[in-house]
Nanobody, 125 residues
């Protein structure tokens, strides 16, 4: 089995910075794309940024130039550096790992997508 655990959320003033981290743990052989999603009350979860295993990135237009996604494949970790935070940035940020190849307890290999539990980001004005 694989698990994703996020960290780094919290309360920050507008204009401030936060760095989110997401560690994928378990008997993992490989991970394809990793990404960060944001969800606010009453809205669907939306993609903020994603990064391929080769390092190609895609950032939502609203965060370009302020947020940067990166990953450390050796550590199965993805980061989201958030700068110049705005009042419209808050929400629960979820990490997602696509096409994770892992060994389950039964000894067989599986491929599946996984989500983290989410970390709250709050921006005060």
């Amino acid at each position: 089995q694989a698990q994703l655990v996020e960290s780094g959320g919290g309360l920050v003033q507008a204009g401030g910075s936060l760095r989110l981290s997401c560690l994928a743990s378990g008997s993992i052989f490989s991970i394809n794309t990793m990404g960060w999603y944001r969800q606010t009350p009453g809205k669907q979860r939306e993609l903020v940024a994603e990064i391929s295993s080769g390092g190609s990135t895609n950032h939502q237009d609203a965060v370009k130039g302020r947020f940067t996604i990166s990953r450390d494949n050796a550590k199965n970790t993805v980061y989201l550096q958030m700068k110049s935070l705005k009042p419209e940035d808050p929400g629960v940020y979820y990490c997602k790992a696509d096409q994770v190849t892992y060994r389950s307890r039964d000894g067989y290999r599986y491929v599946a997508d996984f989500w983290g539990q989410g970390t709250q980001v709050t921006v005060s004005s």
